[in-house]
């Protein structure tokens, strides 16, 4: 066993959701992830939780799709639906074999699973604005994101457990750190309205008025590292191209461009998968309209790996996700989707708000 596995089942128990004695802790993972899923049952029941493990694999999911009716894929299991309403906390960790499981899979039965949890989504987004689920995402390096990556599974496992501070002697106070610096930024947005994003790939307006920005310092995702908001429904006006591939049900999508109209996405193009990409932003209402707006802070993660946990906190770029938006922020938006889109703000770019010079070039200027 990896000590650093264990330091990082610690962290996601002892300080992203705080396990409390008696608290019911639904643990989500891959079979490949056992070695972290185990640590983290022990330190469950260490804190006086009680834990409950769902096990999950890319066959069986591949499975499941690829052989349900439209009435099955339609159907909602009791057991999610309780886990929603009554789970104190969840700790998902994520694994795979292979990152294009899906990829053979209809794009339109994926909507359709999708869009039949969509009350189950809001029912844990409501519960989770509300303190009520405590939550937190994280993954277990193996050799298919190592792939990904361009890296070597020993590369990778150190870039996993170096972002999320389990090679520390004192990880806790690393994301204190974390968390003071970015509240800095969160007490500066406070009350303020009109941001404008411009760059070679972006030129955008949109409002924050009334919106809340939220400090990610490691209680949500393991690793964290970014500042978001849901911006005013129908405000956003503008278009952006995304410079980095999205991933989504075992998917890429690249060369991603979007044109905004009152908030609404009205022309959306990818260079690759392109009828995937507009199957998602079809499936309901909400899922053209952004839910999302954030800042990448961790400026310790400078890699694109294809993956978003990681990649959508990279210090120097924003990323945006069309679809369901955190009640917490004072997002009204609804819909089955959240998919976070990256563009780079290194060159050349910056982020004016109420006319005032915020963040230039990949870094936050004046008083940060």
């Not at 789970?87 to 899979?105: E, H």
């Not at 909507?111 to 039949?116: E, P, V, Y």
């Not at 193009?269 to 990448?296: C, M, P, V």
């Not at 990323?319 to 009204?332: C, I, L, Q, R």
């Amino acid at each position: 066993m990896d000590p650093r596995t264990q330091k990082l089942a610690q962290i996601l128990v002892n300080y992203s959701i705080q396990v409390k004695p008696g608290d019911w802790v639904v643990v989500n993972g891959n079979v490949l992830a056992l070695p972290l899923v185990n640590e983290v049952v022990r330190a469950v029941l260490e804190a006086g939780g009680h834990p409950n493990v769902l096990l999950s694999s890319d066959e069986l999911n591949e499975t499941s799709l690829r052989y349900s009716s439209e009435e099955q894929l339609k159907w909602v299991s009791p057991v999610a639906r309780l886990i929603y309403e009554k789970a104190d906390a969840t700790i998902g960790i994520n694994a795979t074999a292979n990152t294009r499981a899906l990829t053979g899979i209809d794009p339109q039965k994926q909507a359709i699973r999708q869009n039949a949890r969509r009350d189950l989504t809001q029912l844990f987004m409501e519960r989770a604005a509300k303190g009520e689920l405590r939550w937190v995402g994280t993954l277990y390096p193996v050799p298919a994101f190592a792939q990904e990556a361009d890296m070597s599974l020993r590369e990778y496992e150190d870039f996993v457990y170096g972002a999320t501070y389990a090679d520390q002697d004192d990880p806790v106070a690393k994301w204190m750190e974390v968390h003071n610096r970015q509240q800095r930024l969160v007490d500066w947005l406070k009350g303020k309205d009109r941001v404008e994003v411009r760059g070679p790939n972006v030129d955008l307006t949109l409002s924050i008025k009334d919106r809340v920005f939220i400090n990610a310092d490691g209680e949500k995702n393991m690793p964290d590292g970014e500042i978001f908001t849901g911006p005013v429904e129908d405000s956003v006006n503008g278009w952006v191209r995304f410079t980095y591939p999205a991933l989504r049900g075992g998917m890429e999508v690249d060369g991603v461009e979007f044109r905004f109209e009152a908030g609404k996405v009205v022309q959306a193009t990818a260079k690759k998968n392109q009828e995937y990409l507009l199957t998602q932003l079809d499936s309901d209402e909400g899922a053209r309209y952004l839910g999302e707006f954030a800042i990448g802070t961790n400026y310790g993660i400078q890699k694109f790996t294809k993956n978003i946990l990681f990649d959508e906190k990279i210090g120097g770029t924003i990323h945006m996700a069309v679809g369901a938006g955190y009640p917490e922020t004072g997002s009204k938006n609804r819909s089955a989707v959240h998919w976070d889109f990256i563009c780079d703000m290194r060159d050349d770019s910056e982020i004016l708000v109420d006319g005032e010079l915020f963040y230039k070039n990949g870094e936050f200027v004046g008083v940060f």
